[in-house]
């Protein structure tokens, strides 16, 4: 047997949701004894068949990784949009609302999918720690924790820090997100894997964003850091295994993605890292200092996010790509404005490494004042320019806003809502608030 045979073994046997399964009774989730283990009943199947897409049942051999998935899963797959030549775009469950209430020992699935509103499975949860530190991992890589996170480096830590990992983690996603819609892999099928959590449910699988966000974070930040910050490299070497396991574990705890998602997604990151990390200094030199940089950062983010759209019907694989991209380019424009006014400067070379300062109750209270104040204003910009953007773009393009959800579904909604609104957040975390700090004399 070849290598290249070999390799196509381990990745089919790396992407069986049996795996996934087995990996969730192994931490306490399992699924209860209502639920039916059997695929759909023929009336089911016949009735979903035309719908779920027959091509990709004629045109994917059986074993082949992304190919047929055991019997049930066909029951689990959203039905693919008129002229989707790919996989059907994500997974449903249909079981939350069959299952009644759930007894105390049971767990309900997280949020609900963004798209479909379906919610996650009721689960048996015997491992309550494991429970709740794998709901801290998949938090790793939501829009809770960018929202908080990246502001807190800009105005609490190190600007420069911070608006470099922000370039990496725009890279990282983008990259992430058009591999997904390029190879179009479903999900793990349920049954067997008990889905906790579907708020991305109607994204393909490969390779896992999730997993790629918590690998570069982490590596971005030691990198950046040692060397500029005075600190043991073993604190670096302790925290980047953790983060990258505790996000990589937590979403195949969720039932959101296979082994080979996974290692995809953390290989995938790696050579992302080692061919772009070099230009990172240089990228953000440039938004900084270059006279055209903001006609230069708009237009280019704005290119990507309509060529990702182009990739594939809508999901919220497009809003979130959208959302990166707007968030990046407002970023990256408001350090250029901050910059030129001379707002938030970074520390001289000769200064460096720089000393962590002595944690007193005025720099305590000014960091706290920060980012709520900040995080106040962030919410209130996001709330302004989702309710003008929605409403406009629905009118500019006659496009019907009774049904929000719906006019979100068009590309004409969904591109100027999430790169406008999220790059005025982008530009507020470095431009406005910064100047209300400076302002009100908390900078």
Not at 19 to 35: D, M, T
Not at 103 to 126: F, I
Not at 214 to 236: C, E, F, K, N, S
Not at 243 to 262: A, E, F, K, N, Q
């Amino acid at each position: 047997m070849s290598l290249r045979q070999r390799l196509a073994q381990l990745a089919v046997c790396l992407q069986e949701p049996q795996k996934v399964a087995r990996f969730q009774r192994l931490c306490g989730v399992e699924a209860p004894p209502s639920r039916p283990a059997a695929g759909p009943s023929a009336a089911e199947e016949e009735a979903e068949a035309p719908l779920a897409g027959d091509a990709r049942r004629r045109e994917r051999q059986p074993g082949a990784p992304g190919g047929p998935q055991p019997p049930g899963s066909d029951r689990n797959q959203c039905p693919a949009k008129p002229g989707d030549r790919g996989a059907p775009n994500g997974v449903r469950n249909a079981l939350a609302s069959e299952l009644g209430p759930a007894p105390a020992r049971r767990a309900a699935g997280l949020r609900r999918n963004s798209l479909t509103g379906e919610e996650g499975e009721l689960a048996h949860v015997s491992n309550w720690p494991l429970y709740y530190l794998f709901c801290l991992g998949t938090e790793l890589g939501n829009e809770l924790f960018y929202i908080l996170f990246f502001p807190f480096w800009i105005w609490n830590l190190d600007a420069l820090v911070g608006r470099r990992l922000v370039v990496i983690w725009v890279l990282v996603m983008y990259l992430g997100q058009c591999t997904k819609d390029i190879i179009r892999w479903p999900r793990p099928a349920s049954p067997p894997v008990v889905k906790l959590e579907v708020f991305y449910n109607s994204e393909y699988s490969m390779p896992s964003t999730h997993a790629m966000s918590g690998t570069a974070i982490p590596i971005a930040m030691v990198l950046l850091t040692y060397g500029r910050w005075q600190y043991p490299l073993i604190y670096g070497l302790i925290l980047v295994p953790c983060w990258c396991s505790l996000v990589c574990l937590s979403r195949i705890y969720m039932g959101m993605h296979s082994i080979l998602d996974i290692i995809a997604g953390f290989l995938y990151t790696i050579l992302i890292l080692v061919v772009f990390y070099p230009f990172v200094d240089l990228i953000d030199n440039f938004n900084q200092t270059h006279r055209y940089a903001p006609l230069f950062i708009i237009g280019l983010h704005l290119a990507l996010g309509i060529f990702s759209f182009t990739l594939d019907t809508w999901s919220t694989s497009r809003g979130d790509t959208a959302e990166i991209l707007g968030s990046g380019a407002g970023i990256a424009c408001g350090s250029h404005v901050t910059y030129n006014m001379g707002l938030m400067l970074d520390p001289s070379l000769d200064m460096l490494p720089l000393a962590t300062p002595p944690i007193t109750v005025t720099l305590f209270g000014k960091a706290i004042l920060r980012i709520l104040i900040g995080m106040v204003f962030v919410l209130i910009v996001r709330d302004i320019m989702k309710r003008i953007t929605i409403p406009l773009a629905c009118k500019i393009f006659s496009i019907p806003c009774d049904d929000v959800r719906n006019a979100r579904q068009h590309m004409e909604v969904e591109l100027p809502y999430r790169y406008i609104t999220y790059g005025m957040v982008g530009f507020s975390i470095t431009f406005l608030i910064p100047y209300i700090f400076s302002f009100i004399g908390i900078s």
